[in-house]
């Protein structure tokens, strides 16, 4: 595994070795090891997976208690995923970072607990899979606009996302519950 800072250097770009042949293809999507040596030594304690059509976005989530790292890929399709620094104390609070992820490029993206989350599904369908290093609580999600102005996303949109009722109701950074 190649594993490099983004834009913004707590947020890693992982990218493993493919191993392919005719019959197909192999790599690894997880090493304890590898990503602790990265930097990344965290314990996973759930897998989601999720499947969404062309032009759905999801996020920006986070938790403002038990907050999440996520280490996510896509297994199916292409989607544009951003990350965004809630941490206060960060030198990058309030700065996006966004990268395309996809079955084909085989790509994954580590946000690190105090980050929001986010995608927005390029291809005709994608499915989106990740591990957390804590629990959902529904009690403690929060969703930051995704539309903000001042976290100054280029998300690639052809036309308007279609987005849940809780991302359309999504607060702007400046009214936003944030880490510390």
């Known amino acids: 595994m190649q ?5 913004l250097p707590d947020v890693k770009l992982v990218e493993p070795r493919v191993f392919g042949d005719e019959r197909g293809f192999f790599f690894e999507s997880w090493n304890r090891r590898t990503l602790a040596d990265a930097g990344i030594d965290v314990d996973f304690v759930q897998d989601n997976h999720s499947r969404s059509r062309q032009g759905v976005l999801r996020g920006l989530h986070y ?10 890929r896509v297994s199916e399709g292409e989607v544009f995923d951003v990350a965004v620094d809630l941490r206060r104390s960060s030198a990058t609070f309030g700065k996006a970072v966004g990268v395309m992820l996809s079955a084909a490029n085989k790509r994954m993206l580590w946000i690190p ?3 929001a989350h986010g995608f927005l599904v390029i291809s005709d369908a994608a499915e989106f899979l990740y591990k957390a290093t804590d629990y959902y ?3 403690h999600e929060r969703t930051l606009l995704w539309s903000d102005p001042a976290l100054a996303i280029a998300w690639p949109l052809t036309s308007e996302p279609v987005l849940a009722a809780k991302d359309a109701a999504g607060r ?3 009214d936003a519950e944030l880490y510390v």
Request: aromatic content about 8%; glycine content about 8%; cysteine-free.
């Open 3 to 7: 594993i490099t800072a983004s834009a």
């Open 172 to 174: 702007p950074l400046a």
């Open 113 to 115: 607990p105090g980050f």
């Open 137 to 139: 609580y529904p009690e």
């Open 63 to 72: 938790q403002v208690e038990h907050a999440q790292g996520k280490l996510v």
